[in-house]
């Protein structure tokens, strides 16, 4: 191996970098692990140039500092990839990062860039300050027993020839009601492309074990309904549809996700996603929404 690698090490490195250029941020990373010939040549600006979209968003003031020295591409590109520090976009209502895989553009609207049937209406949504959101102020559902909330995205802010996946991000709190059962109805529509889906916004432990065991600052605390009662409405969860259910994430919120679609290249128009529940007439209380982030689908 070794004399390839030093042949290798001969090439120019403006011939390296333009190879490099052509795969991905992970594999540019693995090369730099090579040799001290192939670091110089996968660190360089000609290659993370590549990887950055020509098509990036404004950002808010503020939101990328400016050093004396300008950053190099790769660290601006470890900068916007960064998913726990998304970057806000100038109404700060809309914050964005990159896929650190693929380069791919993603967003998270928040709660206040979606509709919410009633959300402004004092007795059924409030809207609160939380530390650990991005954004001003966070949704808090009072009680409401039509649940709507939709969003839209163009389909122009995203990367072409990318899947990707719309989720709910919120949290649950101690006085959560009716939202175990009826489940709940999620779409994404793109074009004349249009797709359904049934989920849950509660966890539901009875089906994993111990292994898939909720918190317990998410399992909603209120009196019990009669026990037969309980247990229909989880049977009806369980062996009905395919419902899909929410995961905990790294940042302490949950995430449930609506939906996943194909952004073709140079497509208009826009995508949009909901999620309701309007059929059933019970009351529904507890339910805190961070907002709904798009992001690249991953596959596997």
């Known amino acids: 191996m070794e004399p390839a690698t030093c042949e290798i090490?001969?090439?120019?490195?403006?011939?390296l970098s333009a190879a490099l250029a052509r795969t991905s941020p992970r594999d540019a990373c693995r090369a730099a692990a090579v040799s001290p010939a192939f670091r110089d040549a996968a660190d360089s600006d000609a290659v993370w140039a590549c990887f950055l979209p020509r098509?990036?968003?404004?950002?808010a003031d503020g939101e990328l500092l400016h050093p004396a020295t300008p950053p190099s591409?790769?660290?601006?590109?470890l900068r916007l990839s960064d998913h726990d520090n998304p970057l806000l976009l100038p109404d700060k209502l809309v914050s964005m990062w990159l896929d650190r895989e693929t380069g791919a553009k993603c967003y998270m609207l928040s709660a206040r860039d979606l509709t919410i049937i009633w959300g402004d209406t004092p007795q059924y949504w409030t809207w609160i300050p939380?530390?650990?959101s991005r954004f001003s102020e966070c949704a808090q559902l009072l009680h409401v027993c039509w649940f709507d909330i939709s969003g839209k995205i163009p389909c122009k802010m995203l990367s072409q020839d990318t899947v990707y996946a719309a989720y709910i991000v919120f949290k649950v709190n101690e006085n959560s009601l009716g939202l175990d059962y009826p489940v709940q109805e999620a779409s994404i529509s793109v074009g004349v492309t249009s797709l359904t889906r049934k989920v849950c916004?509660?966890?539901?432990?009875?089906?994993?074990?111990?292994?898939?065991?909720v918190p317990g600052h998410y399992w909603p605390v209120r009196p019990h309904p009669p026990q037969r009662t309980?247990?229909?409405n989880r049977r009806a969860v369980r062996h009905g549809e395919n419902v899909g259910r929410p995961q905990k994430r790294a940042d302490g919120w949950m995430e449930?996700?609506?939906g996943e679609f194909f952004n073709e290249g140079g497509e208009d128009g826009e995508v949009s996603?909901?999620?309701?529940?309007?059929?059933?007439?019970?009351?529904?209380s507890g339910l805190i929404v961070q907002g709904i982030e798009i992001r690249r689908k991953k596959s596997g």
């Open 256 to 258: 449930l996700e609506l």
């Open 201 to 213: 916004l509660e966890h539901n432990d009875e089906d994993e074990g111990e292994a898939g065991a």
């Open 9 to 15: 090490a001969r090439l120019p490195e403006e011939l």
């Open 130 to 132: 939380l530390p650990d």
């Open 273 to 284: 996603f909901s999620l309701m529940e309007t059929k059933g007439g019970n009351w529904k």
């Open 73 to 77: 591409k790769k660290d601006l590109f």
């Open 230 to 232: 309980r247990r229909r």
């Open 55 to 59: 098509d990036l968003p404004p950002l």
